[in-house]
């Protein structure tokens, strides 16, 4: 037989078709993270074991894949936020928002090789994408004011603005490689003034 494959595809997986759109996107991320904006449907299909119809079944094209991956990428940043809330004993409202947003930080750092390429460098931007991690946060901070410990005038503009500005942030930290340590430190001045903890009387 002559002639060689560049990449041999990978050996066929037997999964559950409801399984076949992760399995899609856990290869998509190592194609992407291998062969960056220039992967292929070819080369996903074949990291994945599966054929190329397979993928389209999925996924419509590459600008899909991506898509579905961002998606994903978010409700991965939602989960580290929620689950840093929960880790801990209970807290009043500003540790609780502290702890969302360390979470989501320390997934980015993580993940940042990833989330560079999915939000800065492809140039995808999905009509309020940020949805649910937004919900999350004014959750948070709904709570607080709520119970009286945060004196926010207007929490949905605040949850946005700080969205904005937390996103635009993670997204230049990790293109410039900075640790999330000093990072978190820098950005608690900024949740302490915007959401105006309450003192307690004594």
């Given at each position: 037989m002559s002639g060689t494959r560049a990449r041999a595809r990978r050996p066929r997986a037997a999964r559950a078709p409801?399984?076949?759109p992760a399995q899609i996107l856990d290869a998509a991320a190592r194609v992407l993270l291998r062969d960056g904006l220039d992967a292929t449907i070819d080369g996903i299909a074949a990291e994945a074991g599966l054929g190329k119809g397979t993928v389209y079944e999925y996924f419509g094209s590459k600008a899909q894949v991506f898509t579905a991956l961002r998606n994903r990428c978010n409700e991965q940043i939602l989960a580290?936020?929620?689950?840093?809330?929960?880790?801990?004993?209970?807290?009043?409202?500003?540790?609780?928002?502290?702890?969302f947003v360390a979470g989501m930080l320390e997934f980015g750092v993580s993940n940042a090789a990833l989330i560079g390429l999915l939000f800065h460098e492809?140039?995808?931007?999905?009509?309020?994408?940020?949805?649910?991690?937004?919900?999350?946060l004014l959750d948070l901070v709904a709570q607080g004011v709520r119970g009286g410990e945060l004196a926010v005038e207007d929490p949905a503009f605040t949850v946005e603005f700080l969205?904005?500005?937390?996103?635009?942030?993670?997204?230049?930290?990790?293109?410039?490689?900075?640790?999330?340590?000093p990072?978190?430190?820098?950005?608690?001045?900024?949740?302490?003034?915007l959401l105006n903890p309450v003192r307690a009387q004594t």
């Open positions: 409801a399984e076949r580290a936020g929620a689950a840093a809330v929960s880790a801990g004993p209970a807290a009043p409202a500003l540790d609780r928002v502290r702890r492809a140039g995808i931007e999905e009509r309020d994408e940020l949805g649910p991690i937004r919900a999350g969205l904005h500005g937390l996103h635009g942030v993670m997204e230049s930290a990790l293109v410039d490689g900075l640790d999330a340590g990072l978190l430190d820098r950005v608690d001045g900024v949740l302490v003034a």
